[in-house]
């Protein structure tokens, strides 16, 4: 077997930067690696993943380690060179090769990621190499040569078992050898390539040799929005297959009688023809049908009735347990879900049921490891999926790790199944994008073969319901190559393909990042009898993504919208460390890599740790599958309605508390939901007994949905829904004139006295206040004995540190220079009223940027009371060039440093902004700076809490309820927002240019605040939305400039 052609060979790069003192030679003749004629060489056809078992007991365990498999999988010797021309490693591959001196390294593994080679790098869409389409470079292609030894079982040698070398995962193209011979070469890095090595092995040692590199042809369709990194990532695995065995086998299920009875298809492919039985037993492995068959033809099939069958869902995952069996030595377990899907009245449907996709873009990622994700962090993957409410997966941008799929067949997760398939990059090119290779006929069957190792693999799972084509490749010939492969095999799954934009080879619509109102017009305008399914949504990097809400709505609103996948499940950050030794989360153009795409990389739902992120919790809130409507209902009879797809509200437990501005929340009590209410059904849940003694303050009857009894995912009451009807509205801050009466005997009137021309002192009954003229600013508030409250003086501020979903507002923000606007003062006036027993101090001051002529006239009124300051901050903008909207409106200031704790009535505990903010719920709550914090891996806005009425400052060596004028009152400070609806704060040890300014976490820990927190009090901040790439905030949920009035109250 040669790995080369003879082909004329095309001039080599002179360019070897990079390759030390070992310089590659290029080859006469034209490599496996780039050569387009040639994808597999002597690989077995594609199958499904399964084991083969001595015993039926134990392949209904399902466990690996008692099968007829050897894993290769662990440390192997491992050697890398800038080339595969390069000297040093020519004669690896020889069994008595020394690999003394070599490195080891772990299988699974990324080479990048245990210290070799130039490191991980990140682009989104661009090629790091000289794009040249099927070539890639000859000289600047790091190879890594991979040994390890192992023993074949002797009863493998001496049975005449057929012994196969399976590999799950390597990127991106190899060859292999044993004992010294060649094996074959195979590419399609996330595809399984698989060898028969019956006659290449011997007893006792034997040696496999495998050559991996960083770059082949089949690179230009791997340009997936990911860290390129290179290695053997998944498992190795020998394989004894008995003389007469299995080759592979599919499974299908068609549903019959109104999907009530069904039939079980089952084709098995044999390797000569054979006596094959067929048992299918229930979820406790009862039997309910044996069959058995003997046939004079290889491929034997197998028609299977059931009756009064469970059906598997997303939401009911019930499997059944199939065992097909050769002779006493082979045994293959299987699990199968009976369920049908079908393209039906324009709908995708499941057992004839229309569903809702609530799912996520997961690529595969680990901190440490890359691509090579442990079992157990895939596991808790999913099982954080599932407890937020997210029913479905996108295997963007390619097939993933086999054991996913047998997850979510057991926990219950829809599955769009993709292609190992995206050529980004080829559209950054200048011309048409399609013509380099996918409407290319030359580029056919490396595309075709993507379709086809992805549907022979995985076709009997039945999570999987969407087979998809692939991603932004463009649309050609080539995809509708795939369509029509997949049809051939496989008509029980719709087609997915996005770029296919009027859906020609495709069986749903898809679009990506679309807003709300362009989805509603495409299927209220488009006649054509298919779905929509997003395939990418609400674009999740850094702070948000914002509006989920709408869409969710949109969803059950109309029916051809069919849900969609938010982009995506995780930070792909890197765990790297500084110079110094600080451990941070790296990302494009941490590790030296050029070209990269920085930051476009952290765009998840969790962080990169894979702890959720404020987004998944809105994300759940927003998908959840019991809502209590607002509409038509009171706080006695709460109306809502059942989101699951399938199943009723039987499983659930509902309760009820009452929650209040200054009131304790009461003991819970349950409430009894109606019996079997249907997915889509609305119900009156009656609250009984009601006790609302005492409660005059604004309070809500909040309802939480939990579960009953403990499943597989989750435990008995564990939380999937809440909701919050309101009893009392909030009222509004008292009138001035009113505030005086408040107190008895009235008390002395405050007084304004001129310390210097340029520092004015307020003296009031329980605070002493200070002022400057000159820069028409409030400097300090004293609670005496107690030293000064404020460490630099109260601001208005407009300005925010961008999120990243602030990508389009923002360049209008720093176009206007809102950045570096600055008050400058006009004018103030002071006087007392003895009347109303208050002082006041009125400024005028012009907000205004350097170089433009736009600004916002400011006119701030602060009225000194005896127990309390009240502001009242009006704005007028007006100038060309003004920014069409602000990022917020408030007051900043800087706390002294015993001020640690929050403590408020508005939403919470976490973090919400305008259009983020559903998962929060109204209460009492208390926080600390940790809590406060929220810790983006790209520093930016965060940490803020929304609809606000009050917030009280303290120390958490005092109390914040103390009511004297000791100790513990002298660390408080309180803020009452004037808005009928409430307001917001951020608190945290961060000025706005430090968040502005740093790329790292660890960067901005170090310019930590020692001496106190920076508060911010805002009237309104400018929504979230998802325009990092996407929409930004709806209007209703945008800051647009104009007038305003802010009213706030300090004590």
């Given amino acids: 077997m040669s790995s080369l052609e003879t082909v004329v060979v095309p001039e080599a790069s002179q360019d070897t930067n990079g390759l030390g003192e070992e310089h590659s030679h290029p080859p006469t003749t034209k490599p496996d690696w780039s050569n387009l004629s040639v994808l597999h060489k002597d690989t077995l056809p594609p ?14 365990t399902r466990d690996v380690t008692k099968s007829r498999t050897l894993s290769l999988s662990g440390t192997w010797k491992f050697h890398l060179t800038p080339s595969p021309f390069s000297p040093g490693a020519e004669e690896f591959h020889a069994s008595d090769f020394n690999t003394s001196e070599w490195s080891d390294i772990a299988v699974p593994g990324m080479w990048q990621l245990q210290g070799h080679g130039k490191g991980p790098q990140y682009t989104n869409l661009n090629y790091p190499w000289p794009v040249d389409p099927p070539n890639v470079p000859f000289d600047e292609n790091e190879t890594g040569h991979y040994v390890r030894d192992f023993e074949v079982p002797k009863s493998w040698v001496e049975g005449g078992e057929q012994v196969r070398v399976r590999f799950e995962g390597v990127d991106s193209g190899f060859h292999v050898w044993v004992n010294g011979r060649e094996v074959g070469y195979s590419q399609g890095a996330r595809n399984p390539s698989e060898w028969d090595v019956t006659e290449l092995l011997k007893e006792g040692k034997n040696r496999i040799a495998v050559r991996v590199y960083q770059r082949c042809d089949g690179s230009y369709l791997e340009d997936q929005d990911q860290w390129w990194l290179s290695g053997i990532f998944r498992d190795v695995n020998l394989f004894a297959f008995p003389k007469v065995h299995v080759k592979d086998f599919k499974v299908e299920t068609v549903l019959k009688n109104n999907y009530q009875d069904a039939l079980l298809f089952l084709r098995v492919e044999l390797s000569e023809p054979a006596t094959i039985k067929v048992k299918l037993l229930d979820d406790d ?100 999926m599932k407890t937020h409410n997210i029913n479905a997966i996108r295997t963007s941008h390619y097939i993933n790790d086999p054991r996913l799929y047998d997850i979510a067949d057991e926990l219950g997760l829809w599955i769009l199944d993709e292609a190992d398939l995206e050529c980004h990059g080829m559209g950054e090119l200048g011309t048409d994008f399609a013509s380099w290779t996918s409407d290319n ?116 609103k109309y029916p051809r919208l069919q849900g969609g996948f938010v ?44 702890t959720p992120t404020p987004g998944l919790t809105e994300y759940k809130k927003a998908i959840e599958p019991v809502q209590v409507l607002s509409e038509g209902s009171t706080p006695q009879k709460i109306k809502i ?56 303050t604004e309070s809500y009857v909040e309802l939480t949905f939990t579960l009953a009894k403990a499943t597989n995912w989750a435990p008995a009451g564990f939380e999937l829904a809440f909701g919050q009807i309101q009893i009392h509205a909030p009222s509004p801050l008292p009138p001035l004139s009113l505030s005086s009466l408040t107190l008895s005997p009235s008390p002395p009137c405050p007084t304004i006295t001129t310390l210097s021309p340029s520092l004015l002192q ?148 976490g973090e919400g902004y305008a259009d983020t903010k ?134």
């Fill in 285 to 384: 492995s009862k039997s309910l049908k044996t069959v058995e068959q003997t046939s004079p033809l290889s491929t034997v099939f197998f028609e299977i009735p059931m009756e009064k069958l469970h059906l598997w869902t997303a939401e009911t995952p019930y499997l059944y347990k199939l065992v097909i069996s050769v002779g006493e030595k082979q045994w293959i377990s299987q699990r199968v879900g009976f369920r049908q899907v079908e393209i039906k009245d324009g709908l995708l449907k499941v057992n004839g049921i229309r569903i809702v996709i609530r799912g996520v873009n997961r690529h595969e990622h680990h901190p440490d490891h890359g691509r090579a994700v442990p079992y157990d962090f895939l596991r808790k993957d999913l099982l954080l």
């Fill in 918 to 1051: 559903m998962a929060q719920r109204y209460g009492n709550w208390e926080a600390g700076e940790e809590e406060l914090w929220t810790g983006y891996e790209w520093p930016q806005e965060g940490g803020g809490r929304t609809d606000v009425r009050w917030v009280e400052f303290f120390s958490s060596s005092s109390s914040s309820s103390d009511d004297d004028d000791g100790e513990g009152k002298g660390d408080t400070l309180k803020a009452t927002f004037g808005a009928q609806n409430g307001c917001g704060f951020t608190a945290n040890c961060f000025s706005t240019a430090d968040l502005e300014e740093c790329t790292h976490d660890y960067q901005l820990q170090k310019r930590k605040r020692e001496w106190g927190w920076v508060v911010r009090l805002d009237w309104r901040q400018h929504g979230i939305g998802s325009g990092s790439c996407g929409p930004g905030p709806a209007e209703q949920y945008m800051l647009r400039t104009g007038d305003f009035e802010f009213e706030i109250v300090l004590e």
């Fill in 441 to 556: 006929p030359e580029w056919k069957e490396a595309y075709v073969d993507r379709a086809r190792q992805m549907v022979m693999r995985d076709k009997n799972h039945p999570s999987i319901i969407i087979w998809s084509l692939g991603n932004e490749s463009a649309y050609g010939r080539n995809h509708k190559s795939m369509y029509e492969f997949i049809k051939s095999y496989d008509k029980t799954r719709p087609v997915h393909y996005e770029a296919d934009f009027n859906a020609e080879s495709a069986d749903v619509f898809s679009r990506m990042y679309h807003s709300v109102e362009q989805i509603i017009e495409f299927v209220t305008t488009n006649k054509a009898a298919k779905p929509m399914v997003l395939c990418e949504y609400v674009h999740a990097m850094g702070n948000g993504p914002g509006g989920i809400k709408e869409y969710a709505d949109a969803f059950y």
């Fill in 762 to 909: 307020i003296t009031t009954q329980t605070t002493t206040y200070t002022f400057s003229p000159p820069l028409c600013a409030l400097l300090s508030l004293t609670h005496h004995p107690h030293p000064p409250i404020l460490t630099a003086p109260l601001t208005p501020i407009f300005y925010r540190a961008p999120t990243d979903n602030d990508l389009p507002p923002s360049h209008d923000w720093h176009s206007s220079f809102l950045h570096l606007a600055r008050p400058h003062p006009l004018s103030f006036t002071t006087s007392t009223s003895a009347t109303t027993n208050t002082a006041t101090i009125t400024t005028i001051t012009r907000f205004a940027p350097p170089v433009l002529a736009w600004s916002i006239l400011l006119t701030t009124i602060y009225t000194f009371t005896p127990t309390h300051l009240h502001i009242l901050l009006c704005g007028h903008p007006s100038g060309p060039k003004l920014p069409e909207t602000l990022p917020r409106i408030g007051l900043e200031m800087a706390l002294a440093p015993q001020f640690n704790v929050a403590k408020w009535w508005g939403r919470g505990p």
């Fill in 47 to 60: 199958r499904g993943t399964f084991h083969i078992y001595p015993t039926e007991s134990a392949a209904l």
């Fill in 641 to 696: 309605i059942n989101r699951y797809d399938f199943a009723t509200l039987d499983h659930l437990k509902c309760e009820y508390s009452i929650v209040g501005d200054g009131v304790a929340t009461s003991k819970k009590r349950e409430v009894e939901i109606p019996r079997g209410v249907k997915p889509g059904a609305t119900a009156k849940l009656d609250i009984k007994p009601l006790d609302l003694t005492g409660i005059h």
């Fill in 567 to 610: 982009w995506e499940w995780a930070n792909h950050g890197l765990r790297t460390k500084t110079a110094d030794g600080e451990e941070y989360y790296g990302y494009g153009g941490d590790f030296g890599d050029l070209p990269n795409d920085g930051h476009f990389v952290l765009d998840g739902l969790v962080f990169s740790d894979h």
